[in-house]
């Protein structure tokens, strides 16, 4: 019996006929380890940035040093990331004491601003997402993001690509804001391609002078361009 075993055992450790393997297996292979390397370069490209107003402070655009609004060290930091791939930047929805709108307000008056999108300088293929209600802010003292699905948003006054040159600012999409329009700007105005405007709600008061709703510029051939929201966009004056 023993002597079988060892027979057994010499013959499979010195046995070096070539083995077959399966070849749905093996055409696999290659196609998982892309794949791998797909997920992995596109997690690396990605990139992250925070803004809430009320934080007041040290600002880098991280989750823990927030930026208090899109000044242009912050937008210069955007372009650099946008050179790379992608980015998101994330605006508070709610306040961290209360489930209200969180208002983007770039001078502290406590009035919600507009975001300039024309300081995109970047032109590749990288997305630019600005997103009002995904995440917030729970400590203005100490930040500390959270995830969101409640129906505050970031407020602002207007997001707009609008330029006397026409040029095309493009590969950008906005997500969940509240826009309150007081003035004479647009509250949504696209000029560019491949923009998605989601889940938005707009509106004018009063004291605005141009009407509702976004609004495409015309720019030689503006393409791509998909607007879905939840609420209606309402208007205090004629448009």
């Not at 970047?122 to 997103?131: E, P």
Request: with cysteine.
């Amino acid at each position: 019996m023993l002597r079988n075993d060892l027979t057994t055992t010499r013959a499979a450790a010195f046995d070096q006929r070539p083995r077959s393997f399966l070849p749905g297996k093996t055409a696999r292979l290659p196609w998982f380890c892309l794949s791998l390397l797909a997920a992995s370069l596109s997690l690396r490209a990605a990139t992250t940035f925070y803004v809430d107003s009320d934080w007041t402070g040290t600002q880098s655009g991280s989750a823990s040093q927030p930026w208090k609004y899109l000044s242009s060290s912050a937008w210069s930091a955007i372009n650099s990331s946008l050179a790379g791939g992608s980015v998101t930047v994330y605006l508070s929805a709610r306040d961290a004491s209360s489930d209200s709108d969180d208002v983007y307000d770039n001078n502290g008056d406590g009035a919600q601003d507009g975001i300039d999108l024309s300081m995109r300088s970047d032109t590749g293929s990288g997305i630019l997402t600005l997103d009002g209600n995904s995440k917030y802010n729970s400590s203005d003292s100490s930040p500390n993001w959270v995830s969101y699905s409640g129906h505050s948003k970031s407020r602002v006054r207007y997001l707009t690509a609008q330029n006397d040159s026409h040029r095309k600012y493009s590969n950008i999409t906005i997500h969940g804001f509240h826009v309150v329009t007081t003035d004479g700007n647009k509250e949504i105005a696209i000029c560019g391609d491949n923009w998605i405007v989601e889940n938005c709600e707009c509106e004018d008061t009063t004291s605005a002078t141009d009407g509702p709703g976004p609004a495409t510029i015309s720019s030689s051939a503006t393409t791509w361009c998909t607007i879905r929201r939840e609420n209606p966009c309402i208007s205090a004056v004629a448009g």
